[in-house]
């Protein structure tokens, strides 16, 4: 059974750069895309963006110029860095695998498996 | 933001059936996925695709589509199906992932 486990630095001054990595375990890396997703406290999810193991990338559009996704395929890990935080930031970020399929007669992605959440403060 | 819409809040009885929708552009051309969220926890996958539930997912939980519309529907909701949830699809440009805004389910 995939798990993903998920660990960075929790506590951020303004400015300063958010890293964050997730490995995974217990399942196959190459053949899927992999996702990281922020949740304000007391707000909705947002996604950041995604990558393959070849290391294709796609980001939200409002944070492409801030965000840097990378993936390690020896160590079956991939991670974030989001530079020049602000208290906006300020979030759980979750990574999630991301599966792409034809089922009936549209296209389908989703994301099947989650990590359990990294908290993110950035306070001066 | 989100190119998703949700209703804000929604509430059932218990026992009774309860439909939560999602609006969308992208959605004709892209199936919604369904997500519950507890407090302090992360999402949880319950329905993807024209009507899939993962293993482990009761099937009191379905889904469908039509034109810019998906509904996640409850048919006897349970208390513990009080939560959070969320639909997510790939945005028009098909290059980028979208969440609604989040629909919170009370069951009375």
């Known amino acids: 059974q995939v798990q993903l486990q998920q660990w960075g630095a929790g506590l951020l001054k303004p400015s300063e750069t958010l890293s964050l990595t997730c490995a995974v375990y217990?399942?196959?890396?190459?053949?899927?895309?992999w996702s990281w997703i922020r949740q304000p406290p007391g707000k909705g999810l947002e996604w950041i963006g995604e990558i393959n193991h070849s290391g294709s990338t796609n980001y939200n559009p409002s944070l492409k110029s801030r965000v840097t996704i990378s993936v390690d395929t020896s160590k079956n890990q991939f991670s974030l860095k989001l530079s020049s935080v602000t208290a906006a930031d300020t979030a759980v970020y979750y990574c999630?695998?991301?599966?792409?399929?034809?089922?009936?007669?549209?296209?389908?992605?989703?994301?099947?498996?989650w990590g359990k959440g990294t908290t993110v403060t950035v306070s001066s | 933001s989100s190119e998703l819409t949700q209703d804000p809040a929604v509430s059932v009885a218990l026992g009774q059936t309860v439909r939560i929708t999602c609006q969308g552009d992208s959605l004709r051309s892209y199936y919604a996925s369904w997500y519950q969220q507890k407090p302090g926890q992360a999402p949880v996958l319950v329905i993807y695709g024209k009507n899939n539930r993962p293993s482990g997912i009761p099937d009191r939980f379905s889904g469908s589509s039509s034109g810019n519309t998906a509904s996640l529907t409850i048919t006897g909701a349970q208390a513990e199906d009080e939560a959070d949830y969320y639909c997510?699809?790939?945005?028009?440009?098909?290059?980028?992932?979208?969440f609604g805004g989040g629909t919170k389910l009370t069951v009375l």
């Open positions: 997510n699809s790939r945005d028009s440009s098909g290059n980028h992932e979208g």
């Open positions: 217990g399942g196959s890396f190459s053949g899927y895309y």
């Open positions: 999630a695998r991301e599966l792409r399929l034809r089922l009936g007669e549209l296209l389908s992605h989703y994301m099947d498996v």
